[in-house]
């Protein structure tokens, strides 16, 4: 096959047609040609429009073949716009706006920066780390353009650390298509209300089920706007408080005792923390021994692997029974952070 033809059947070229492609020092490049048969038409609002002229020539980057670098090249024309009002440069289909790289190597490298990190991304196809952010960025917005949020019934609502802590993100799920509907900044009532007035009303009143992390202004909020829905805490949420309560217990118990005290709990936090086993041999020999210490941590270490039973049960009788137990047993802990978990459980 030619590469003329690959190009042609991976390629929206309605309008346009590949003239050559020839070997240059940078890879192949295809000439490309605009066909008459087809009327030009205006690159901001895609109207049939009048040839003015032409702009110098441009190269766009396209998808390598056998890591062969490929380029298009085409001189754009310019054309009167009589909606726009005004000479624009005409509208190319494999492309969006200003961009230098083709819509479907926009893809590629965004399909590439799923799986590894961006700054390899631009060191495996040798561009910029700023091309894959771009590129990256035009597929998600076409990806939220086209997205279709009818039959939507059950969400979830996710909320992420970015710039190193600085800012919270929330996200809302599409739960059952496992796909992303809506992202807005901060993680507060007026996120969450931003994101209902967008999904409005009427879907809404047809949710069926919020999973969401036990956090009262979100709770608030969905009581109020979607009280027929079932509000789902999971798994992942309540673990997460659970082990913040627990760290919260080593830290104010190297606080209280001191230095000795801290030398001993030295780079033991993820053994509190992991589940048992996951632990390394010399983890959990370094656990036995602490355990036998009578520590506050071990208690609240104690007290969460038997808050995670919880999820062994089948049935909600004994699964209620065994939370109230729990439930005793950490309000009279005289562990503080894990009595506010309890309570917020
Ligand atoms: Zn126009």
């Excluded at 190269?59 to 716009?81: A, G, M, N, Q, T």
């Excluded at 065994?322 to 506010?340: D, G, I, N, V, Y």
Aim: aromatic residues 12%; charged residues 30%.
């Amino acid at each position: 096959m030619l590469v003329e033809q690959i190009i042609k059947q991976t390629v929206d070229l309605q309008g346009f047609r590949v003239h050559t492609v020839t070997k240059d020092p940078d890879g192949l490049v295809a000439g490309i040609r605009s066909d008459s048969r087809h009327r030009v038409r205006c690159g901001s609002c895609g109207h049939p429009a009048v040839y003015r002229d032409r702009r110098e020539v441009r190269f766009f980057r396209h998808v390598p073949l056998w890591d062969i670098p490929v380029w298009f090249k085409y001189e754009p024309r310019r054309v009167s716009c009589s909606r726009c009002g005004g000479v624009r440069t005409e509208q190319l289909p494999w492309v969006t706006g200003k961009q230098r790289f083709t819509l479907a190597y926009s893809c590629y490298l965004a399909k590439w920066a799923e799986v590894v990190p961006w700054y390899s991304v631009a060191k495996l196809f040798s561009c910029a780390w700023g091309t894959v952010a771009t590129a990256v960025k035009s597929v998600v917005n076409y990806g939220m353009e086209h997205r279709d949020l009818s039959g939507i019934t059950h969400i979830g609502i996710d909320e992420i650390l970015r710039k190193k802590g600085q800012v919270y993100l929330t996200n809302v799920y599409d739960l059952r298509s496992k796909t992303l509907i809506w992202s807005g900044v901060e993680r507060t009532k007026d996120a969450l209300r931003s994101f209902l007035k967008y999904f409005g009303p009427e879907r809404t009143s047809k949710l069926q089920g919020i999973c969401c992390d036990m956090w009262k202004p979100y709770v608030e909020v969905l009581r109020e706007c979607a009280p027929q829905a079932t509000l789902v805490f999971d798994k992942f949420h309540i673990v997460r408080h659970l082990m913040e309560a627990v760290d919260q217990v080593r830290r104010y118990e190297i606080r209280e005792k001191g230095k000795e005290h801290k030398d001993l709990m030295k780079d033991s936090r993820y053994i509190w923390l992991k589940n048992p086993w996951n632990l390394t041999s010399k983890q959990r020999t370094r656990l036995c021994s602490l355990e036998r210490m009578n520590l506050k941590i071990n208690r609240a270490y104690l007290l969460k692997e038997r808050f995670r039973d919880l999820w062994s049960y089948k049935t909600k009788t004994w699964a209620r029974k065994h939370l109230k137990q729990w439930f005793w047993w950490a309000t009279h802990s005289r562990l503080e952070p894990l009595r506010e978990f309890a309570w917020m459980v």
